[in-house]
């Protein structure tokens, strides 16, 4: 997510910030590049350059490709449509 002049934004952007910072390292938002995602999972799968991918969902199949950090938050997908609405969903 980002601002009108495309600087990340949002609570994870915050969370990875704090994160840096802890580290002792002195990255800023505007340090934070927003690539399509199948770009930056492809160039954090390569391990050629400095990647950190944020936000991903972690599965099975990704569990050793990478060295999980977090997790920096927890979501539940939910689908939600109106009470009257006609189209049964199983």
């Not at 910030?17 to 934070?32: C, S, V, W, Y």
């Not at 954090?44 to 938050?73: C, N, Q």
């Amino acid at each position: 997510m980002s601002n009108e002049s495309g600087r990340p934004i949002g609570i994870n952007t915050d969370i990875v910030l704090e994160m840096f910072q802890i580290m002792g390292n002195n990255k800023t938002a505007n340090d934070i590049l927003i690539v399509p995602w199948a770009r930056g999972y492809s160039q954090a799968k390569s391990k050629t350059a400095a990647v950190a991918l944020f936000s991903t969902t972690r599965t099975k199949a990704r569990e050793d490709l990478f060295k999980w950090v977090g997790p920096i938050s927890v979501a539940a997908n939910s689908l939600i449509v109106l009470k009257n609405n006609p189209h049964q969903v199983e």
